[in-house]
Nanobody
Framework: QVQLVESGGGTVQPDGSLTLSCAAS????????IGWFRQAPGKGREGVSC????????FYADSVKGRFTISRDNAKNMVYLQLNNLKPEDSAVYYC??????????????????WGQGTQVTVSS
């Protein structure tokens, strides 16, 4: 199973930026679609952005389109999420996940997903 470690969270002011990183390790990391989910207090976990392993297809939630960008570096087994123009409603714990089904219209959790421990993003003035 893939192991995932997130980093890069923090506190920023509205309209600020952050870059989240997800370090993946384990067998056949390149084969897995990897993505970012978030969970705010009192809310369910939400798929934010995901990237496939095969053709680089990407998914973005409507709430983050045009502001967030996902990328992956297979040579380094890293997946990044660039967060720009952050809003208070983006505040949440952001989790990296592997074993996903990704297209431009959806990001579904697979049968045996791996999850990181999460990194907190707080947007506040």
């Amino acid at each position: 199973q893939v192991q995932l470690v997130e980093s890069g969270g923090g506190t920023v002011q509205p309209d600020g930026s952050l870059t989240l990183s997800c370090a993946a390790s384990g067998p056949n990391v390149d084969y897995y679609a990897i993505g970012w989910f978030r969970q705010a207090p009192g809310k369910g976990r939400e798929g934010v952005s995901c990237i496939s392993s095969e053709d680089g297809s990407t998914f973005y939630a409507d709430s983050v389109k045009g502001r967030f960008t996902i990328s992956r570096d297979n040579a380094k087994n890293m997946v990044y999420l660039q967060l720009n123009n952050l809003k208070p409603e983006d505040s949440a714990v952001y989790y990296c996940a592997a074993d996903l089904l990704v297209s431009t219209s959806h990001c579904w959790v697979g049968v045996h997903p791996s999850w990181g421990q999460g990194t907190q993003v707080t947007v506040s003035s």
